[in-house]
């Protein structure tokens, strides 16, 4: 319960940082004391982070019972400077400042990578906040506009989406959907305008080919790269190739939210609406709204793989979805701007 709670804090922190955000919660009642304290003790505990990551990696992960780490290149290598930017927006902590730059020299050379859906996670969360932060746009803002351009590469406009994965035929996940902001702030802060209407177009892509009719995605969709027809859908992390995996869920519903801010077309906010109804009214999402690491996990047969992790939750889905309920609320009006506030902060 205590890191739910320090999540929850640290997303209505994160949206606050925003101005545009800022207007919308200024209206609701906040319960500041706590949000301080959950937020004191998250600099307590990246700094312990810090001493227990070597100065050459970044923190990936604990497992049985110790720290893991990665180099820049994996996908979530832009998420510990980002959360110590954050720490220190909130803190004005000089040492989670100098962290930060610490770790950004390691991932700097990532802005070259054309191997990777990813560099948005990797780039923006942290290059993005440090040239928010700093106001450094001569040192950062070229950063960010050659790792646009190298995530740009993967696009194809045949397919009409951006490439995830350097096997299969041309496989497209929904996870991309969280780096197509990436794009639009680079066309915002003088690159291509192109980057935009990638964005654009590899939205409108997935809404056509991952969803279901019931509003639940697919995670993987399959193209054929020669004429963009879709070969298969299928599932890489889900119970199986019809379930609906619940983090997968969770990146559509914040991408649709966030697209809709970044272009302010209503159809955008109308898809984020129909998935949220999805997943709040589904059968399987549990009372304190912490999903199943997969809707249809408390499902599965005694035959299946992981049928040993029928009851597995999944912490980061809900993250996600705080995340995005947050934005959400301040996109609508009414009592469906209460209830998602309300889902996003109880």
């Not at 922190?13 to 925003?18: G, K, M």
């Not at 950063?143 to 490439?163: F, H, V």
């Not at 802060?189 to 990638?198: K, S, V």
Request: glycine share 6%; net charge positive; with cysteine.
């Amino acid at each position: 319960m205590q890191k739910t709670n320090f999540i929850k804090a640290f997303l209505v922190f994160s949206a606050l940082s925003f101005g545009s955000l800022s207007a919308g919660f200024a209206q609701k009642k906040l319960d500041t004391t706590f949000l301080n304290q959950q937020l004191n003790d998250a600099v307590k505990q990246i700094k312990v982070l810090a001493k227990n990551t070597p100065e050459h990696m970044l923190p990936r992960s604990f497992e049985k019972g110790k720290y893991t780490h990665s180099e820049s290149g994996w996908w979530t290598s832009g998420f510990y400077p980002g959360t110590l930017l954050y720490l220190y927006e909130y803190s004005k902590d000089k040492e989670l400042l100098q962290l930060a730059q610490q770790k950004l020299k390691l991932l700097e050379k990532e802005q070259f990578n054309e191997t990777t859906h990813d560099l948005g996670f990797m780039l923006y969360c942290s290059f993005g906040n440090m040239m928010r932060i700093t106001g450094d746009t001569a040192t950062y803002k070229p950063i960010l506009l050659i790792g646009a351009k190298s995530l740009a590469t993967r696009y194809s406009p045949i397919t009409k989406a951006i490439r995830s994965w350097d096997f299969d035929n041309f496989p497209v996940i929904i996870d991309n959907m969280m780096n197509l902001e990436f794009l639009t702030a680079a066309a915002r802060l003088g690159g291509n305008q192109q980057f935009h209407n990638i964005a654009v177009t590899h939205a409108n892509t997935t809404m056509k080919n991952h969803y279901r009719k019931d509003m639940s995605c697919y995670h993987v969709v399959d193209y054929n790269p020669k004429d963009g027809s879709v070969i298969k859908k299928k599932t890489n992390q889900g119970a199986f190739d019809e379930s609906a995996w619940a983090r997968g869920q969770a990146w559509g519903l914040y991408g649709y939210a966030m697209m809709y801010r970044e272009t302010n077309d209503k159809k955008y906010l109308k898809f984020a609406n129909k998935i949220a109804k999805y997943m709040l009214k589904h059968p399987n999402m549990p009372k304190d709204l912490i999903p199943y690491w997969d809707f249809d996990a408390p499902n599965l047969q005694d035959t299946s793989k992981y049928a040993a992790y029928r009851t597995n939750r999944d912490v980061s889905t809900a993250s996600l979805m705080a995340s995005a309920f947050l934005e959400m609320s301040t996109q609508v009006k009414g009592k469906l701007s209460t209830q998602y506030f309300d889902i996003a902060t109880t």
